[in-house]
């Protein structure tokens, strides 16, 4: 049910208020473009067509709002942020602000290619946003050299619409319980002009997605997190006395071994350290020699311990490019955008299917559901830790709980501060009922997946 | 400036992941002619120059504009009025130092007419924004000189790519979801001999708990045979019992509670795909009947010897089976137990790859070439990928043209359902029409795009009956097509950019299937098709 309806009420609204503004705007086209810049842009703005969205009218002021006030947000300035900088400054965005949190590393020059040898070492979104802004006359990238995080909502709230090229699924759920965080109700309706839409795309090798969310309308993150299952790690048991597989030597130095010898020092494992993947090489020769393990190769050695994913810039080219579609779609209602998944597969051929992700009923991000917490008084809260870091629909990474009792608040147990952790930790071992929780009672937990806590509620089972 | 190999390493780690040194090889060796440096052209070819293509030549006899610069990120403000090949040129070539630029400052039909062989050079040919004369002039030489050409076009919201190759192998296609060659249905003597030296039930417990299931699942389906007249479990019924038996020799403790022993239900878990029979995949079957196998001559090809060698093989040693895969896959088992298995597979791969090394040998002899003119590890690498083998043909732009040969089956039974892509494909072919008809593509100007519609439409007619299609176009999509007026939308344009590019790559390595032979891509609905035509 995507309704880009609302986006163009908004972008219609602003586009008032600015022209009650008494603001000397200079030129209109900016004075850097030239005869014919825009005109592949144009015959999709100004003349009618009978595919186009039922709000579409033709206009010659859709492109001025393109080029002098839409506000667009990238999130990530590698594989896809390049490509979707790119796709946005030549689609006629101007303003456009790039977060991200890296610096250039040598391994991303074979697909993001807004950055060079010399490069190296510096922050992605500065990098990114000088190259698009002096090969792109007029455009204004603005970088943002910090993590998601570290923005607030005055921050997000100022875009029309947010797109991302994140690698982490932890980043993408924060960045969907941001913009739902956003959403204002009156009454219990949802405001439209609240609605920032998410354009999101991810990559893996050969394959990708890209997906159209309305925060609080359509499918979010968290509706869907069953399509990413958890990434599932080696048994302790095979890593520590039965490995079968190089991978599994690899492993058993990285947990076991390095932290044992420390061979550098208190340093912890950096995967970019050549010199610490070599000796973890070398020792998991050494390990998989003791069991006749064949395999173990440096640039595997390096891939578990980094856990890397292969990529190449066709892939990135094919997701940011449809992503960056449905942004010029959703910015000036030239077509009913994506409803609202595509999955992309060019490993035989090329494979494209296009789906209506649905909203789950409860789901813990954006339903406004209170979620149940179904527990008996003698469970020890360390289930309910389990239940939250397992459970497929809530995948929580370190959930800190905490409660209200007898008028103050307490927290039972996290994870994150050393010293509160310790402090807490024997609560895992006490029952709810131990814990003074009684039934009805409302657990307030907080992780990285989402920037507000989730409320449950305790239902005692029998 | 050139990139030493550690830096090399660096750099192209995440896709030396996918195709590994070998597949890098082939592209570092690859020389990509591009003709028409458009947006869609250079989005291309900055995909193929990212991951260390060895050269590339543009072609093109056009003089870059205003609207040019607009949607391309390869041309700046100070290329209009420069010769757009050599203005492409340099922006392509600073996004990697390793890779060799060069450009040519005409049109192919030019080219062709001073140097017919021209294009005979380069691994492969890109083609982007073609008018249907070139395109089909192309398409002949490259057709008769065995150059891989890919013809690429963005209209307005739709993407559009042509493959035309006669015959393209692929030894290492990387299937998605292989199924494992176990051979438990067949054990080999090794195999069988190495069954034998388990005796289940007077094992420890911990060796019964770590035994791999593969063994679990011989020695049950030994016992099944037994009692089953040499027949193994076939329906549902069979395999439920099947893995009953199994689970029944999961090991109880004093009380008579089953223990808990994973090895067990993985072998329950597998029951179903163990039980495959083992079987010559039919795309392989259809291989070995092929002209070119049945037919060794001096100048078959590498893959043809060795797929001749390994059906000797299979009518052979391999007693109607492909060498053995020699990979197994994890599962739980304590390191020598696992590490002994796979080595008894290993080591009878070792020997069919030797097998099929003889007849490659004598295949080679019987037409007069050197023994060493195929590499022991190349046969290593055929025999291990026999299952997975693939061999895909386009039909030649000629056949998909001609009133003769035309494709109406896949044309009329794709417009039978009303959302196919196949409009697009004959909305392009019409617009084509127009553009042989009036020189000029429709709706181009904002005056134009009224009257243009009936002019196309009477394009897409004259196309319509000169190939007897009985379809309906809806007008909807002539006022569209209009609409476009040629535009070339960067967004789309980049799609098409990387799909084409790694299209390009599988020619040139080998690796990864090929589409075959026609795509669109519909950016109004992202969706897309694969016709073949």
Avoid at chain 2, 378 to 404: G, H, M, P
Wanted: proline content about 5%.
């Amino acid at each position: 049910m995507a309704d880009a309806e609302e986006p163009e009420k908004k972008r219609r609204r602003i586009e008032d208020l600015t022209e009650k503004m008494a603001v000397d705007s200079g030129h209109r086209d900016g004075g850097c473009d030239w005869d014919g810049r825009w005109n592949h842009v144009k015959k999709f703005l100004e003349r009618p067509g009978p595919f186009t969205h039922p709000d579409f009218e033709p206009s010659t002021e859709s492109l001025q709002f393109l080029l002098e006030t839409c506000k667009i947000l990238v999130i990530g300035a590698g594989g896809l942020g390049c490509e979707l900088l790119k796709n946005l400054a030549l689609s006629g965005f101007r303003l456009i602000h790039v977060v991200d949190m890296d610096t250039i590393d040598p391994s991303n020059l074979n697909r993001q290619f807004l950055f060079r040898p010399n490069d190296v070492g510096r922050p992605k979104a500065d990098v990114a946003a000088d190259f698009i802004n002096s090969r792109v006359p007029g455009c204004k990238v603005v970088p943002h050299f910090k993590k998601i995080q570290d923005c607030d909502e005055s921050f997000y709230r100022q875009f029309h619409i947010i797109v991302c090229g994140l690698d982490s699924i932890i980043a993408r759920r924060w960045m969907n319980g941001m913009l739902i965080s956003l959403l204002s109700y009156e009454d219990g309706v949802l405001d439209p002009s609240s609605i920032i839409p998410l354009i999101d795309g991810g990559t893996e090798g050969f394959k990708g997605n890209a997906r159209v969310i309305l925060p609080g309308m359509t499918a979010c993150i968290d509706c869907t997190l069953e399509l990413y299952p958890p990434q599932i790690n080696f048994p302790m048991c095979t890593i520590a006395s039965m490995p079968r597989l190089p991978e599994h030597c690899i492993e058993y130095v990285r947990i076991l071994q390095w932290p044992k010898e420390k061979p550098f020092g208190e340093t912890s494992l950096d995967g970019d350290n050549p010199e610490h993947i070599q000796w973890v090489f070398e020792r998991s020769k050494e390990r998989a020699a003791e069991f006749n393990i064949t395999g173990v190769t440096y640039r595997l050695t390096q891939g578990v311990v980094k856990r890397i994913i292969p990529a190449v810039a066709s892939t990135n080219a094919v997701i940011a490019a449809a992503c960056a579609t449905e942004v010029f779609k959703i910015a000036t209602s030239a077509y009913i955008p994506l409803n609202n998944y595509m999955v992309f597969n060019d490993v035989d051929g090329l494979y494209t299917y296009t789906f209506e992700a649905e909203r789950k009923e409860n789901c813990s991000a954006c339903s406004q559901v209170p979620q149940d917490l179904q527990f008996p008084p003698s469970a020890k809260l360390q289930e309910v830790l389990e239940y939250l870091t397992e459970n497929a629909s809530l995948q929580m990474k370190s959930p800190a709980i905490t409660t209200t009792l007898e008028g103050k608040n307490k927290t039972l147990y996290l994870q994150s501060v050393k010293s509160i952790e310790e402090r807490t930790r024997p609560n895992l071992c006490k029952t709810l009922k131990e814990l003074g929780l009684s039934d009805g009672q409302e657990l307030a937990v907080a992780d990285i997946t989402t920037p507000q806590t989730v409320l449950f509620k305790l239902n005692f089972t029998a | 400036m050139a990139s030493t190999k550690a830096s090399k390493e660096q750099k192209y780690d995440r896709q030396l992941r996918l195709w590994g040194d070998h597949g890098q090889e082939t592209l570092e060796n690859a020389h990509v002619c591009l003709i028409n440096a458009t947006a869609t052209g250079t989005e291309i070819l900055k995909n193929l120059v990212l991951p260390g293509i060895g050269a590339f030549t543009i072609v093109d006899g056009h003089t870059v504009t205003g609207e040019d610069v607009g949607n391309n990120f390869f041309l700046s403000k100070d290329s209009i009025g420069k010769n757009r090949a050599q203005a492409a040129t340099e922006l392509l070539q600073e996004l990697n130092s390793d890779v060799s630029g060069n450009f040519v400052e005409e049109g192919p039909d030019k080219l062709l007419d001073n140097d017919s062989e021209f294009f005979h050079r380069f691994t492969i040919v890109i083609g982007v924004q073609l008018p249907e004369s070139t395109c089909l002039r192309l398409g002949s030489v490259l057709w008769s000189a065995s150059v891989p050409f890919l013809v690429c076009k963005t209209y307005g919201l739709i993407g559009y790519m042509r493959l035309v190759v006669q015959e393209h192998t692929v030894i290492e296609s990387h299937p998605d979801n292989a199924l494992e060659d176990l051979r438990l249905d067949q054990p080999y003597a090794e195999f069988q001999n190495h069954i034998k030296s388990y005796d289940l039930d007077s094992m420890e417990k911990k060796d019964h708990s770590h035994t791999p299931w593969i063994i679990i699942v011989a020695k049950y389906l030994e016992k099944w045979l037994s009692e089953h007249n040499g027949q193994p479990p076939k329906n549902y019924k069979e395999k439920e019992a099947f893995r009953q038996l199994i689970r029944e020799g999961i090991r109880k403790n004093e009380n008579g509670v089953p223990e808990d022993e994973e090895n067990f239900e993985e072998a329950i878990k597998n029951v179903n795909t163990a039980l495959n029979p083992t079987k010559i995949p039919s795309a392989v079957e259809d291989l070995f009947n092929s002209e070119q196998c049945k037919n060794i001559t001096a100048q078959s090809p590498c893959f043809w010897v060795m797929l001749r060698a390994v059906k000797e093989f299979v009518h052979n040693e391999g007693n109607g089976s492909l060498p053995v895969r020699g990979t197994i896959p994890d599962m739980i088992a304590d390191s020598q137990k696992f590490i002994n298995l796979q080595n008894v597979y290993r080591e009878k791969a070792m020997q069919d790859a030797a097998a099929v090394s003889k007849h490659v040998e004598s295949l080679l002899q019987s037409v007069g070439k050197p023994a060493e003119s195929i590499p022991e590890k190349d046969i290593k690498l055929f025999c291990k990928n026999a299952s997975f083998l693939r061999v895909v043909r386009c039909r030649s732009l000629a056949e998909e043209y001609s009133v003769d040969t035309v494709n109406k089956d896949e044309i009329t039974s794709c417009m039978d359902s009303p959302d196919s892509e196949m409009v697009f494909y004959l909305m392009l072919r019409a617009v084509d029409r127009f553009y042989q008809q009036h020189s000029r593509y429709p709706g181009v100007y904002n005056y134009q795009v009224e009257e243009d519609i009936s002019k196309l439409k009477a394009c897409v007619n004259s196309l319509l009956q000169e190939y007897s299609l009985n379809v309906n176009i809806k007008d909807d999509y002539i006022h569209e097509f209009c609409r476009y007026g040629a535009a070339e939308p960067h967004t789309v344009s980049a799609f098409l950019g990387g799909s084409a590019a790694q299209e390009a790559i599988k020619i040139i390595s080998h690796q990864f299937v090929p589409f075959n032979n026609t795509f669109i891509y519909n950016a109004m609905s992202q969706t897309s098709a694969t016709l073949r035509l």
